[in-house]
């Protein structure tokens, strides 16, 4: 196997591609999972979200439905050798990682990891997604501007007793697979030709 090179997790990444397509006719099993979440009056946990096929129809009916990620927003790694990493993990725990929804804000030059990437080391910035199960499209990104236009850098700008944080666990088994992952590879994570932070890595990699 090449150097840096990402090894398959198990035999079933050479048909993930194909699973999408088919469990979209997979639907006799749906009645079965609603009725008994309608029993239990939720909230209910699915920790195999991925299509939303189970997870929509009992969300739809009314029942709070807690489940994986669908969307990761990792910051830097069309920046870096890093995607090849990231698109395991989303393969690893059925995610997308999807390009900054706001680029025009500058988020990686704003972000807690930029004082990494200014010292030359290829650095990443995790932000979830805008995709939520059981509401309409536009619905995370409408959370998202209401919070940055009201709450963002002011006295609101606090933790809320209503928040739901049953991802933060999975986000934390996320970010721990991509750090053990580079921590294992043969090669360092390196920043790609032409980026603005290469010549700082380059020269310290040379000491």
Known sequence: MPPGSIAPVSAYDRIARLYDPWSASVVEDVPFYLERA?????PVVELG?????????????????????????FLGSDKTTLGPVIAWAGREFNFTNVPDPEPGQGSYYRSDHFNFAKQGVPALDIAGGVDYIGKPPEFGQQMRKEWTDKRYHTPLDVVSPDWDLTGTREDLRVLFAVGQRVAQADKMPEWKPGNEFKAKRDAMLKK
């Open 38 to 42: 309608r029993r239990s009056g939720g």
């Open 49 to 73: 979200v991925g299509t939303g096929r189970l997870a929509i129809p009992i969300a739809v009916d009314g029942i709070q439905v807690i489940g994986k990620a669908l969307e990761y927003t």
